[in-house]
Structure formats: C-alpha cells, structure tokens
C-alpha cells in the first residue's frame, strides 16, 4: 500500500493499488464492475481517515445519507458506494486471525483449543478501548440522570433565587447531554468496526480451511453454508451487542455507589435484585444457547435438502415429496425456534422492569423502618435506578446473541480441525516415473462428519461388518509405476475403484500404508464435470493467462470449434450454475478443455469420453489426448474399450485390486480378464444388429458433435436459455427493490401471523399487559400519599395518573416530612403493600403471557411465509432455476428466514413496547398538564422529518446488504463442488481473492447499514437532549410561579417522552429494515412464476395403458424472445416400440424430452399420450406416469429407501427384486443399515456408475408404460452394460422407450431412429433400413464409426 498510515502487505489484496474500481463479476449486479465514486482519495470507506470530530460525530455519513434519500425512487446502485477500507478488509483480518489460531493451537493442542478464545485475543485491544468507552459513556449517563435530576429537584426545592446558578445547571446540561450521546454513539459504531473486521477474518479463514480440505460432503457443505450465512451474522452481533454486557456491571456498580450516598446500606435491596433478575436471565439465557444448537442441526437439513437438483425432482414428480421432507425438518426446527423465542421474550419482558421492582422494594422498604424520604433523594434514587433500564432492556439480546456465537465458535472450531488435504510427495524412487504407487493401500472414512455422538455410534454398529466394509472402501495393496510420457488406460467394472484410484493418486483418499509420490503439475477432469458460472472463456482459462494460439489449438482439439458458432456470444457467453445450459458432453469437454489449456506435465482424465458420441469421441482421444498431449503423462479412465489398443499401458481393476496390466496386445495374448473384456465388447457390438428390430435399448452419449449445424447451445437444455440481446448472459439481476416497504409486505405477514384479527388481539393484550404497569404506579403513589397525614386529596389525585415510576416517587415525596409511620398507617400500608405485590404479580404473569402469545404468533408467522414460499419455488418453472443461482435462493431460505425466525421478532416486540408507552406518556401528559403538548409538536415534527431521511437510507441499505449476501453464499457453494479442481489447478489464490472480494462487498453494506443506523441515533439524542434542556431551561426562568410537584413531573414526562422517541424512531426503522427480508420471502409468495395446470383432463389410475405418443406439429421455445428449439416436429410411436433419438449438439433431443415432461410450455401443436393431449393433464401427474434415467445421475441426501421410494409406495421386497436387477443388491447387504444406509447429498459416496443403476432401480420400481433414457449407461463398464441392457429389455419389454443417444451401436435394436436436427426432424425408419440406404444420415453416421460393425 503506499497510502500512508495503512498497512504495508496485502497479499490478497482485491486491487494492487486500492484506487477508484473494484473489477469483478457480480452475478447480483448482473455482472456490473462495482464502481466507487466518492470524495475519498482512494475511493475507501472514509472512517479510519477522517478527522476526530468526523468521527465521533459520524458526520462522514452525511453526504452518504443524503445522496441516498436524494435518489430515494432508484436502487442502490454499486458506484452509490465506497469500498471497504483496509483496516476493515477481509485479507487484513484473515492473516491476522489466521496467526492467532495457529498460536492457540500450538499452545492449548488441538483438543483445549478454542476459537472462543482466538475471538477475544483477536478484539483484546478493541476490547479494552471499548472498556474505557464503555466507562466514560455510563458515567455521562449517570451524570446527567441520577446526579443531575438529583441537582434539579433540590435548586427547585431550595428557596434560593440565584439564576445564574440555575443558567449554569443549563448549561451544564446541554454540554452533559451533547458528551452523552457523542459517547454512546462513538462507544455503538466501535463495536460494529470490530465486528466486521473480525467477521470478514472469520470468513475468511473459514474459506481457506474449505481449500485445504480433502472433502467437502453433506452435513460439512450444509454447516459452512450457514457459517456463511447466519452464523457470520451472529458472531457480528455478538461483537458489535458486547458492549452491553461489558456496560452493564459498570452500570451496576455506578448506580449502587450513588444509591449508598443517597440512602446508606439500603441500597443493597436494589443490588439484590439486580443480581437475581441478571441470574435468572443468564440461566435462561444458557438453556437458549443449547436450544440454539439444536435449531443449528435442523436449519443445516433444511438448507441441504434444498440444496437439490430441481430438474430432477420436477421429472420423477417429486415435488411434494421434497417439500413434505422440507417442511417436515422446518416443523422440528420450529418447535425449537419457538421454545428459545418465548424463553427470549419473557427475559426481555422481565429485564426490563427490574430497576421498577428494585426501587419499589428498596423505597418501601426504607420508608417502612421509618425513615426519612426528600423529594431530592426519592428522584435522585429513582432516577438512578432508571439509567439501569435502556442497558438492561439491551442485555438479554447481547446474552442470547453472545451464546449463540459461542455455539458457531464450537462448529467452526470443529471444521478448523478437520483432516487438511496433503499433497502428495514429489520425491519419486525413479527420476523416469511421474507417479509411483509402492504397496499402498487407501481407505476412504466411513464418516462424512465429525459428530461425535455418530462416530460411537457407527463404532458399536460397523464392528460385526468392519472387514466387509473395508472391503468396500479399500484401495489394496497397489503398485504402479507411470513413466513420463505414458498413456496408461485404466478399465474394470463398476464401482472397482477406478475414480478412487485417480482420488488417491491427487491425494484425496486417506493413504494407509506404502509410497506414494507424484511428480510434476497435475490436471484432472472429472467424472462429473465441474463448471462454474462465469463465461465459457473462463472456465477454460480457470485462472491462466490468455494465450490466443493455444487457445485456439485446445477449443480445436476438445471439439468446441463448432459450439461457439452456436453460441450468442461465441467464449464470452455466460455457462449457467452447475452448466444448468449446456450439455454434458459439452461440460466434459470443457472441462477436458481447461485440462489441456493447463499445460500441466500429468493429465488425470476420469471417464471424459462417456458423454459424447463416436465422432467426438475418436476426435477427443486422437486429436487431444494422443496429438496435442503428445509427450505428456495421461492417466485415461475409460469404458471405451475400443481406445485402450492405442494406450502405452493399460490397468484392469476389480474390487479395489489391479489385477492384470500391461500393453493390449499382451494383455490379450495373457488371455485374461482384459482379453475377456475386449470379446465381449465386441460380441456385444456385433449382436447389436442381427437381433433385428426384437428388442434392446439404452443410450450412452449426449448431445456432442462439433458439426456446423444444429440450434444453439443454450436451447438444448431446459429454459436456462440465452438471448443474443444479453449477449450471453444467462444469469439474471436480482432486484434490490426500491421505495418504502410496501404495505403489501406488512399484511402478508400479519396475514401469516393469523390475520388482523389475531394481530388486534395481540395488541389489545400487549396494551392490558402495558396497563397493569400504569396501575402498579398509579397505585404505589396512591399508597405513599396515604401515608403522609399532610397529604391533600388534590395533589395525590394529580398525580395519580403517572406513569412513571420516578414521577411517582418524586411527587409523592415532596409532601413527605414525618419520618415515623402510626399503627394505622402501618395497616394502611400493609394494605397497599398487598395490592401493590399483587399487582407486581400480575405485571409478570400478563408479561409472561404476552410473550408466549407474541412469539407464537411471531414464529408462525415466519414458518408460513417459509412454507409458502417454499411451496412456489417448488412449482416454479426451470428457467427460475436456470437464471437464480442456488447460493441466491439458499440465502433467502436461510439468511432471510434467520431475519424473519429470530430478529425480526424482538425489533417488533421492542417497537410495540416503545409505540405503546409513547402513547400512554402522551395521554397521561395531555391529561395532567395540557401545554406539555405544545412543546412536543416541534420534537415531534422533526422526529417525523428526520425519519422520513433516515428510512430511506437504511431502507436502502439493508436491500443493499440483503443482495450482497448471495454471490459470497453461491461462491463458497461453488467452491466446495468444485474443491478437486480448483487445487489440482492451484487456483486457491484466485477463488480466495474472489471469495474476499464478496465479503469486503458485504463488509461496506454492513458498515454502511450500521454505520447510517448510528449516525440517526446520535442526531437523535443530541436534538432530544436539546428537547430536555430546553424544557429545564423553562422551568428555572419559572422557578416560584409553577409548583414543585408539577416542575418535577414536567421534566420526569419530557425526559421520558423524548428518551423513548428516540427509540421509537431506531426501531422503526430497525425493524422496517429487518422487513426487507420478509419482502424478499415475499416476492417468493407472491410475485414468482408457477407452473400452471389448465386441466380438463384427470386420467384414471391405469393411464397410460399402452404408452403411445404422438408429436403433432410441435413447436417449442424456452422464452418468448428466442427462436423456437423445436420446428414442426411430427412423428408418431406406436405402443411399446423402442425409439432411438441420435442427433448433434443443440438437434433438440433434450428439448423433446423436456417438452414431453411439460418442463416448458409449448408454442404450437400437441403431444398425445394414448390419444390424451398431454396439455390438459396436470403436470405432476403426468411426470408421476413417466420415467427417465438421466445422464448425470442424481441421489439425494437420505436413506437407499428414499432414494428409491420417496413416497413409500412399494413393499421392501419390491425394493430388494429392483435392487437385484440392476446388480446392486449384494453391494447395499454390505451395509448394516442396508436400505436405511445414509446416502451423501448427490450420492457422493458411491461411483457414478452404481448411481446411475440406482437411478435405473428406480425406473424398474415404477414401472411406467413410458421410459426415456438419456445416457443411462454412459459410466458403467461393457460388461455390467450388457446385463443392464438385458435387465431393460427383460424389465421394460412392454414399455415404450425413448432412447436419446451418440453411440449408435446402442440403438441399432431399436425398432425407429429419430435423427434430428436443428429442432426438426431430418429422418425416420429402422435401423437396418437406414444402414441399407447408402444415402441415408444414419448410415453416413455409422460408417463413421471405429467400432467393430456387425455383419448384415
């Protein structure tokens, strides 16, 4: 950095010279640069530069706000904003937070560690300066209420007629009141400073830790998302409310000092009280943090089961499934949400009254042993007393939110201390070897997490079946030497241990025993290719320079030449989240793409040949792997036999063993399992055609061919489609919103709380329960009237209506002068003591029961909205999905909803406390004193003023703050899908900059959000404290001509009225900001597209019968604005005929099956089930009639059973029969929990192979007239291949079967070829008559083909 006093070292620093542009992509920002224009010289958030009175004053905000509410008509946009500064930035924090943590381990070991402790050493110096803040703040509190009221009732009490002593306590006033609130607000905005430096350190230690992690899998995914989302939040509170607890024993101390002054040793009755009412808080506040815990454990199941493939889930039908399994999680996390949220408002209930409950028992106690009580003492204790009530008021929030964090410090202590990812050794035993395996054996964990009430569990329960499940996992006893510049071939069957071997050779499976060394730079392409969203240019380059000429040579040699001829902004075009818009054999072969571009010395390549066809194919392993690789190692796993002739060396693997290698031809002269394997490929491949028309099916390949036509890219998935206006932009902007909360958002929460009836019953209890409080006060002065024999009728009824409790004892006092009560005062007393406890009684039962009531209705509310909104995101249509990345969705499901379950509740109970007193006060002044009105109309006119510029700023703010969340969420989601690439790659640095630029973005929304809340609080106070003294200037220029009595309650009501206006107005726009949250659940009830069923037709159970669909005239496109995807297609399939569908990229194979599944809407014509027009048919009962087996196989988190049977319909031994056709029951008996096993989210502990003959179980289980396999078998080896063929046409022989395929030997069974291309269909008929025709499309394809043909 060469600005002067900021730090010297940036090693990840967003920009090296931190000048006016932060550049990056903002998929929030619809992939704006984020623009900053200010007067700063370096475009930072001005605060750790300005001058001392801009600071304590944060008048630095001032332009900021009224910018804001200038522009209050348009979104926040990005260049409306300055960037984080550096003291405040994610990699500052991260390195020091990062050295702190190594310190802490190193010292206490990994098991005494405690990122509790790590949290205070980081905020230790913040923390004592905080102290000395805190300490100087409460003693301005306590000067000017206790001491200073003290001061005021005894010059109105004197006879003295000294004005300008008088003018000087005004003095006085004004420079205590302006002292106090710059106090408060420098003491506030330090806090929120430390919580964001060390929330933005937290994330991003927590993100390294996820790059340095072997594996990112089901409950760990699910936690580092809430970290992320809820819990960083929490820990910043926590930071940010701690000056509370740190004030709080301050305040105690301060109070009981002056209470000893005022009335000796009975003071101790108020500490008493303290002690016990702070005690049970912090007991109750102890069972929340467990009940936190808890409510952790099921909103990480929630998020992770939404965390799923919704194209899959809308195909099988299974939305309602999903959504009862959802909302089945919610209702177990709402119970605990519930129980923690009534215990929270009964403490916040209680708390709050305790400085009333500790000055009646210490008052009345004092007077009952007689002594003696001046109006001076009585106020000055009283108003002692009150300066207790704003602080503990704010400790049961600061309680809770600081056992909270102590539970995210228990997790993230938990991740911090998971096994770290080794690279593996360099140091090979050959210099001629590139990797060298010496008798290793590797074991994958059998736990997914490190819970340890499971790990006892599972090592009760696994001991019977260890050796069985070793077996399963192991990698045994493997030996292998790679020569530089070999082309080794790996083969075997499904689940062999083939992808496990290319894990343990990166490094990624847990190593036992034996050698292993690797040396040079690795690519690895992956079984199931990983993209991210960025442009196709981007995922290539994957971090690498632009090199234009071997760039054009890997789009070249990966087949891709052809695709960005397609594409509406060639390279530049934006890929979807998860490649939701391209194909999979175009994800694999960018995937391969950003291999190659790598110039790496060792190729990892898992099984990148499965997804593309015979010409793509041959192209790929020629062109690519053995030309353009020439002279580089390649480990190439392969179910394509036929390539295996031209590898330097080939592996054959079974059960976790190599068992045969070596050349292929001596291999085959060996005679062995290779030489078994080759035969029956090509007795498969032969048999293919003399079986005729009879039977068989399954497709392995997807839309790959780098042929010149075809539609575009994008309009061969679903409607993730792209427009050439947006020049390739797939994902859509999120709407910040603008303008006030609209009142449409008020209602539907209401009407989710149980509507306004119930929300007028809430109140009328609220205001009962407000009112016992005015009756304890009225009565108590009522009581210390009747005390006094020289207490006069009128006075007492004058003051009878005060609300206040230091009114009360004011005025009460001042008629006081005996100092011994008589008998029957005694009797009197015991009678009002009576009533008065009772009342006290009453005080804590309606407290009680309006926080039970309030925080039912409040918690339901949020769950409705929840179920609602979920319930509309499961009938939206895919192009929702394919524009919204997940991590935008995740954040409104679990930031947003955090909002609605936990804060929103206590701003709401806070706003209704303070709405409701300010009324009472206003009443209760207008009735005793009508010119008090007179002096609140300007308070209140600029109050009105002031808060309509303040709302528009933290309005806008916390929209800002709210849309800034998801590109950070949908980052770390990404990154963790795609944690082998990215440091096979050595990309860390890339995504660790990237990761740390979304939180720096979140850093400045928060700073700003907080930052304009305590600006609006500090003007606040300093005007109010204007209100005050002026009102106490009034009183000493009418010293004499008003009464004592009425000065001490016109300056009790003022006080009063002003503080809690203060309030009113910070909750306000507290909790209008929090309903920001609610109005982004809301778009999702509301304003969200659906699915939409216009149905005449409800088919009985038996639909359909036969299974034959007719395509008439059909045309489809994915939005309204693009070229159709399917152009007058028309064919019709008779009952229980196979089809094959072959075609080129972008033909609109996928487009068909999507239109048939009624995933998008069609332009024109009809498709007919058994003469049913599938249109008129609702859509879940249609997709519930149909069944696909996809070409990425999707498991879901949860047990084998629910895999299989979501909805438990079949018997188990309808499972088991399922099981056993697609060869996988022997592997689930393995397990103890057989069906009940836990499958991970996306199956990630099983091989893609076995995956996809789960997915083939379940077609089996269904059993549906109709059955369309896209790429079914593409990872399952020849020989499983051959069986499961059989299986399908044994299972499936009265089926009709759509057969989406590239590899056309797969289809020649078939009894009609659909070949298609660019949405039309090109040509029909059977195989064998195609093959005739010489002239045909089909035979031209075949001929292509370098597999063994079968004779005619």
């Not at 934006?574 to 571009?597: D, P």
């Not at 005239?1113 to 072959?1142: H, W």
Request: net charge neutral.
């Amino acid at each position: 950095m060469s600005i002067e006093g900021q730090p010297k070292s940036r090693p990840y620093s967003i920009t090296q010279d931190r000048k006016v542009i932060i550049s990056f992509p903002n998929p929030s920002f619809n992939g704006d640069h984020v623009i900053v224009k200010t007067d700063s010289r370096n475009g930072q958030v001005p605060v750790n530069k300005v001058g001392l009175f801009s600071y304590i004053t944060l008048s630095w905000m001032s332009s900021m706000i009224m910018k804001l509410y200038k522009h209050r008509d348009q979104a926040l946009r990005e260049e409306d904003v300055w960037e984080i500064s550096d003291w405040e930035s994610c990699d500052i924090n991260t390195l020091r937070l990062q050295k702190i943590w190594e310190d802490e381990v190193a010292t206490h070991g990994e098991k005494r560690s405690s990122f509790l402790r790590v949290w205070f050493k980081f905020i230790q110096t913040r923390l004592y300066i905080k102290i000395l803040l805190v300490l100087i703040s409460a003693v301005l509190a306590f000067f000017m209420s206790g001491f200073m009221t003290n001061l005021m009732v005894s010059y109105l009490e004197s006879e003295s007629t000294d004005l300008w002593y008088g003018i000087a306590l005004v003095a006085i006033n004004i420079v205590g009141q302006i002292l106090r609130a710059v106090s408060f607000a420098v003491m506030m905005f330090f806090g929120v400073q430390t919580g964001i430096r060390f929330r933005a350190g937290m994330l991003g230690v927590v993100y390294k830790k996820i790059l340095r992690l072997k594996s990112i899998k089901g409950k760990v995914a699910s936690e580092i998302i809430t970290i992320f989302g809820a819990d960083s939040m929490r820990v910043y509170n926590t930071c940010s409310s701690l000056v509370y607890l740190l004030a709080f024993p301050i305040y105690v101390i301060i109070g009981t000092a002056y209470a000893y002054y005022l009335i000796g040793y009975w003071c101790f009755i108020a500490l008493a009280t303290f002690i016990f009412f702070n005690q049970l808080q912090a007991n109750l506040s102890t069972f929340v943090a467990a009940l936190r815990r808890k409510t952790l454990i099921h909103t990480d199941k929630r998020v992770n089961k939404k965390n799923s493939s919704m194209k899959m889930i809308k195909m099988y039908g299974w939305e309602d499934s999903f959504k009862a399994a959802i909302i089945a999680i919610r209702k177990s996390e709402v119970r605990v949400l519930l129980t923690a949220a009534i215990l929270n408002s009964i403490t916040s209930a209680i708390v709050p009254v305790t400085p009333s409950i500790a000055a009646v028992a210490t008052i009345s106690t004092y007077r009952a042993f007689g002594n003696e009580l001046t109006a001076s003492t009585a106020f000055g204790l009283v108003s002692t007393l009150d300066f207790l009530r704003y602080i503990m008021a704010q400790v049961p929030l600061a309680t809770r939110s600081f056992g909270e964090s102590r539970v995210t410090f228990e997790r993230i202590k938990k991740l911090m201390l998971r096994e770290e990812y080794q690279v593996p050794s360099s140091e090979v035993l050959d210099d001629s070897n590139a990797i060298e395996l010496q008798d290793a054996v590797f074991q994958w964990n059998l736990m997914t997490d490190s819970d340890n009430k499971s790990q006892k569990r599972n090592e009760r329960t696994t001991k019977t079946k260890k050796s069985e499940n070793e077996g399963r996992i192991l990698l045994g006893s493997i030996n292998l030497n790679v020569k530089k510049g070999q082309v080794v071939g790996i083969c075997g069957s499904v689940g062999c241990g083939k992808s496990s071997l290319i894990s343990a050779i990166l490094g990624r499976m847990p190593q036992k025993t034996g050698h292993l060394a690797v040396r040079g730079n690795i690519a690895y392409a992956a079984q199931q290719a990983w993209v991210f969203n960025g442009t196709l240019r981007e995922n290539i380059l994957f971090g690498q320079p632009f090199d234009h000429n071997w760039y054009t040579q890997v789009i070249y040699a990966c087949g891709l030449e052809p695709d960005l001829d397609l594409l509406p902004n060639r390279d530049e075009t934006e890929i979807g989240e998860r490649g939701i818009n391209i194909s999979g054999g175009q994800k694999q072969r960018i995937s391969l793409a950003r291999a190659v571009y790598s110039k790496s010395d060792i190729y990892l390549l898992d099984d990148p040949l499965s997804a593309v066809d015979v010409h793509v194919g041959h192209h790929l392993f020629h062109r690519c792997i053995k030309r353009l690789l020439q002279g580089k190692t390649v480990i190439l796993v392969t179910h394509q036999l036929q390539y295996l002739k031209d590898c330097d060396e080939m592996l054959v693997m079974e059960e976790g063993r190599i068992v045969e290698n070596g050349s292929h031809e001596s291999m085959l002269e060996y005679g062995g399992q290779y030489n078994s394997m080759i035969g029956h490929y090509h007795a498969t491949s032969a048999s293919t055609a003399t079986t005729g028309k009879d039977e068989s099916l399954s497709c392995r390949s997807e839309d790959d061919q780098r042929g010149k036509s075809g539609e575009k890219l994008q309009k061969d998935k679903s409607d993730a489609s792209l427009s050439k206006e947006s020049k390739g932009k797939l994902t859509i902007k999120e709407d910040a919103g603008v303008g006030m909360v609209t009142f449409g958002t008020y209602k539907s929460y209401i009407n989710a709380a149980g509507g306004f009836t119930v929300a007028t019953a809430f109140l009328l209890l609220y205001i009962i329960s407000l009112g016992t409080v005015v009756f304890t006060d009225w009565w108590l002065s009522i009581s210390l009237g009747e005390t006094k024999k020289s207490s006069e009728a009128t006075p007492t009824a004058n003051m009878s209506v005060n609300v206040s409790i230091s009114t009360t004892m004011t005025t009460n006092s001042l008629y006081q002068n005996s100092t011994e009560p008589t008998k029957s005062q005694t009797g009197g007393m015991d009678f009002y003591l009576s009533i008065y406890l009772a009342s006290i009684g009453a005080i804590i039962l309606l407290a009680s029961l309006k926080s039970v009531i309030g925080s039912t209705v409040m918690v339901k509310a949020s769950d409705r909205l929840h179920n609602r909104a979920l319930d509309n995101v499961m009938k939206a249509p895919m192009a929702f999905f394919d524009a919204n990345p997940t991590g935008r969705i995740l954040n409104r499901f679990s930031r947003d909803m955090d909002e609605g379950d936990a804060f929103l509740p206590h701003s709401l109970d806070l706003l209704l406390y303070f709405t409701s007193m300010v009324l009472i006060l206003l009443t209760t002044a207008a009735a005793n004193l009508p010119w008090i009105v007179i002096a609140f109309v300007p308070v209140g006119l600029f109050y009105f003023g002031f808060k309509k510029i303040s709302a528009e700023s933290i309005r806008q703010l916390k929209r800002f703050e709210n849309v800034a969340r998801s590109p950070l969420i949908n980052h770390v989601a990404t990154s963790g899908a795609g944690l082998s690439a990215i440091v096979a790659y050595n990309q860390q640095r890339q995504f660790i900059i990237k990761c740390m630029q979304y939180t720096d973005v979140t850093s400045t929304a928060l700073m700003l959000f907080e930052g304009s809340m305590r600006w609006i609080e500090l003007w606040l106070n300093i005007v109010s404290s204007l209100m005050v003294v002026a009102t106490v200037l009034t009183m000493v220029l009418t010293k004499g001509t008003i009464g004592v009595a009425l000065a001490a309650l016109s300056l009790s009501l003022i006080i009063r009225v002003v503080s809690l206006m203060q309030h009113l107005v910070k909750y306000s726009n507290d909790a209008e900001a929090r309903f920001t949250s609610i109005e982004r659940i809301q778009e999702y009830v509301s304003q969200l597209d659906t699915e939409v069923d216009t149905t005449s037709v409800v088919p009985d159970e038996s639909w359909p019968r036969e299974g034959g669909i007719a395509f008439t005239d059909v045309s489809m496109r994915y939005r309204q604005n693009l070229d159709p995807v399917l152009r007058n297609v028309q064919f019709d399939i008779k009952a229980k005929q196979k089809v094959g569908i072959v075609g080129r990229t972008g033909a609109g194979k996928s487009s068909m099956a999507a239109a048939l599944f009624r995933l998008c809407d069609l332009s024109e014509g009809h498709i007919y089930i058994d003469g049913v027009d599938i249109a008129q048919i609702p859509r879940k009962t249609l997709r519930s009639r149909l069944s696909a087996i996809p070409q990425d196989p999707v498991l879901f988190s949860g047990t084998i059973r629910y895999n299989l049977d979501p909805f438990n319909l079949y018997s188990e031994e309808l499972i088991w029969a399922a099981l056993e056709q697609v060869h996988m029951k022997e592997k689930v008996r393995q397990f103890c929990e057989q069906l009940d096993f836990e499958v991970e989210e996306n199956g990630g502990n099983f091989s893609v192979g076995e995956r996809q003959l789960f997915c083939l179980g379940r077609a089996i289980l269904r059993k549906n007239k109709i059955l369309v396999l896209d790429e079914a078998t593409a990872s399952i080896d020849t020989s499983t291949d051959a069986i499961i063929q059989q299986t399908i046409r044994d299972s499936f022989s009265d089926c009709t079967v759509l057969t989406i395929a590239h590899r056309l030997n797969t289809v020649l069974h078939c009894d009609l070829i659909l070949i298609m291309e660019a949405g039309e269909i090109l040509e029909t008929g059977h195989p064998q008559n195609l093959m005739a025709n010489p002239h045909s499309v089909f035979n031209k394809m075949i001929r292509a083909q370098t597999v063994k043909m079968p004779s005619s």
